[in-house]
Each structure stands twice: as C-alpha cells, then as structure tokens.
C-alpha cells in the first residue's frame, strides 16, 4: 500500500509514466557520487580562487596602472571574459554529450578546468613580463570558462540519471555539497596563505592554492574513469539511429523554440541561483574590502564557515525536495535570498567584524549552495532525454553569461560610476531573486519524472 501511494504521488508531478529504477549497483552509484562531487569541487575551488584574486590580488598584479575602482573593474572583466565562451562550450560539449555519452565529456572538461587553473599559479605578473600578463590570464580564463561550460551540468545529469527516482534530489545535491566543498578549500587556503607578510603573499603565496588543485584534478580523473555510463544513454544509443536521423532535421535551437516553456522557465531559475552565487562570492567580497575597507581575512573566514554550513545543510535540503517537491522548496529559498538582501547590505555597512563575516556565512551557507542543490535535480527532470545536456547546458551558460558574467561587472561599472552606495548592488541582488522566484512559481514540479522519456515537463 505505501509502495503503491508513493507511486501515485510521483505520478502526478510530471507528465510522464515513472520508470524502474536505474539497474546499478550501490557501489557503483557511491563511485559517480564520489566523481561528481570532485568534479564539481574542482570547479568552484578554481571559480572561488579566481573570484578571490580578482578582488584582493590582480588588480595590483596585473592591473598595476589604474586606480582601485578601475582595478577591480578591470580584474572582474578578466573574469567575466570566460563566462562569454561558457555558453560556446556549453552548447559544443552538450552536443558531444548527447552523441557519445556523458562520462566522456566530462573527463575532457574536467582536464580543461585543471590544466587552466594550474596555468594560473604559474603566470608571470605585469610586473614581469608586461602587457602579455593579463593577455595570458584571459586566455587561462577562456580554456577555463570553455571547459566549465558542461561540467557542473553534465556531472548533476550523470549522477541524477544514475539514481533511484525517489532519491534524485538528495544524489543532485551532491553535485552542490561539490560546490560548497570547492569554496571551502579554496578559502581556508588563501585565509591561510593570507597571513603571509603582504609582500610575500603577493609574491608567491598566492599562487599555491592554483597549483595545488592539480591533486583535485588528478583524483577526480582517476575515479571519473572508472564509472560507468548513465543508464539514460545507454538507453538512449539504442535508439541511436532514428535520433540521428531526426538531429539532421532539427537543430538544438529548433528545439528549444518547440519547448518554450520548461526552457524558459529553467532559464529564469539559473538567474535566480547563479545572480546571488556570482554577485556575492565574486562582487560582494571585492566591493566589501575595497569600498568598505573591511579586513580581508574577515570576509574570507565568513566565506569559509559559510561552506562548512552549506555542507551541512545542502543534502538536507535535497532529502527535503524528494520528500515536498523541487518547486515548494525552490520558492522558499528565493524568497529568503530576496528578503535577506537588504538586512545583509545594512549589517556590512555597520562595519563590525563579526556582523559583516555573519552575512558571509548565512549567504553562503544557506541560499546560494541550497538554491544550487535544488537546481541540479530540477533542471534535470525539466528536460526529455532527446536533447537533456544540450539543453541544461544552453540554459547554465546562457543564465552563467546573464547573471555571472555581466552580474559583477554590472554592480562594479555602477559602483565606479555612482560611489559608494549600496542601493544600486542591492536592487541588482534582489532582481536576481525576483527573477529566480517568478520562473520557480510558473515552472511544474518534476519530483518522480521518467528520465528514458524525451518528453519535456510542461
């Protein structure tokens, strides 16, 4: 009877019947579990890393001729540069994915994102070798932005195409414990490293947390390997033939125009979660220490508490959508992330040590990884089987280029031109929310779909 309930329950979230488990075996799912947690760690330690040096180290480093404001502005271009190939790199490894099966795209990202962040660490300053620097640090953003363009995508479809439908919310969040994981890492080694005599830090110390990542890259390839292909696809290349035949008449974006609704709606969500993840840990920690003149140390250390907090929290919260649905716990989180916004902004401005970390901690340990965790099942769910990394990943990067990449760019260009103030950086946060709120509101529940079927949710 309860077996039978849960059944009709999952029914009637989607439109599609709901299929058997996936046939793999429990060691094997804790082998994807372990990948896709790596990878997605490596990701965000490289994304953390960068975010942290383009607010507190390579305006000086490599942008040593402009005044702070500008500084800072010119370190987040840099950085923004990478998220305008993301969507290029989305849209070519989606394809690949869809074709040749997910394991193998996201090995190739996975060494991309590793060999650009170890290029990182080993760049000669302007100081050094002149206008090639920040030439050289554009072109590791690049390859870097390219590879990201279908890893956290790719490794949240794997895993939630690998697990028990019940379950699928709690596997997906994995994907964000991943993330979470990544700024821990990053943050605890450049607190650490922080402590350096300035000079000394700016020399060298800096430099380390790049190089070390190369351990994440070497571990997470070696266990990513070693797993197996998404039941999904395998039951997709039966069908191989008639998809080809039908790809050649139809392209990515014919598609997407046939599917409105859950692509739009999936877009809308992305903005919500990525806004707040790239305004905060990449504008917010620059605009704190250098239009505040908070300690550095003070924002890094919210940082990192912060991402032992959302290690704690984020499976949780995937056992939460499994149990009530991905849209009732997605609209709450959008709403806290709305209303937090301007409490967040006044507690900065107050100055105080502690009440600026606190902010820190409650972002990064509460919306912006448990935003990301119900994300990461739903967008799965969102899409049929047909065009599913395709499209997940056109919708991440394009959301990635509307919400990361201009998002800081946007609040630094105002913050440059305005001053100081912290209305304009609150009203970009809380359109971000909005956005993210409105979209979940209109988009369907997914808890329980059949991923074989390539029906998109409606």
Not at 109 to 137: C, N, R
Not at 331 to 349: H, K, R, V
Not at 395 to 413: H, M, R, T, Y
Request: proline residues 5%; aromatic residues 10%.
């Amino acid at each position: 009877m309860v077996t039978e309930n849960m059944s009709v329950k999952y029914a009637e979230a989607g439109p599609a019947s709901i299929a058997a488990d996936p046939e793999i075996s429990p060691a094997e799912l804790r082998r994807t579990s372990i990948s896709s947690w790596l990878g997605s760690a490596l990701e965000y330690m490289d994304f953390t890393l960068y975010t942290l040096a383009a607010a507190l180290v390579f305006g000086p480093l490599f942008f040593p001729n402009a005044d702070p404001a500008m500084a800072l502005l010119a370190s987040f271009a840099a950085y923004g540069s990478g998220f305008l190939v993301r969507p290029l790199g989305g849209i070519y490894f989606g394809y690949l994915g869809d074709r040749y099966g997910r394991k193998y795209v996201l090995i190739i990202t996975l060494a991309m994102m590793g060999v650009a962040t170890l290029g990182m660490g080993l760049l000669p300053t302007y100081a050094q070798i002149g206008v090639a620097a920040p030439i050289m640090l554009v072109l590791l953003r690049l390859i870097q932005g390219f590879g990201a363009g279908a890893e956290l995508s790719g490794a949240s479809l794997l895993l939630v195409e690998s697990s028990p439908h019940g379950r699928r919310g709690f596997y997906g969040a994995v994907v964000a414990m991943g993330t979470a994981t990544g700024v821990l890492l990053a943050s605890s080694m450049w607190l650490l490293l922080s402590q350096l005599p300035k000079d000394q830090f700016l020399s060298w110390g800096w430099r380390i947390p790049f190089l070390l990542s190369i351990v994440t890259t070497l571990v997470a390839l070696y266990l990513r390997r070693s797993i197996s292909e998404s039941p999904v696809f395998e039951k997709i290349k039966e069908r191989r033939a008639a998809l080809r035949a039908e790809a050649k008449q139809q392209s990515v974006w014919r598609d997407v125009a046939d599917a409105k609704k859950p692509f739009l709606v999936s877009l809308g969500i992305k903005l919500g979660e990525n806004g707040s993840v790239y305004l905060v840990k990449g504008f917010l920690i620059g605009w704190t220490v250098s239009v505040v003149k908070m300690d550095a140390n003070v924002v890094t250390t919210g940082v990192m508490l912060g991402s032992i907090m959302g290690i704690a929290t984020v499976l949780l919260t995937g056992k939460l959508t499994d149990r009530f649905g991905r849209r009732i716990v997605w609209l709450w989180l959008s709403a806290f992330q709305f209303a937090f916004t301007i409490p967040a902004m006044l507690l900065i401005e107050t100055r105080n040590p502690v009440l600026v970390a606190l902010v820190f901690v409650i972002y990064i340990g509460g919306p912006i990884p448990n935003m990301y965790g119900v994300e990461s099942t739903w967008l799965v769910e969102m899409f049929g089987s047909k065009r599913r990394f395709s499209f997940m990943t056109t919708v991440k990067e394009v959301g990635s280029v509307l919400s990361g990449g201009l998002g800081p760019i946007i609040a630094a260009a105002v913050v440059a031109a305005t001053g100081p103030g912290w209305i304009p950086v609150a009203a970009i946060l809380m359109s971000y929310a909005a956005i993210g709120w409105i979209s979940g509101y209109f988009a369907p529940e997914t808890r329980g779909r059949d991923l074989n079927s390539e029906a998109d949710a409606c």
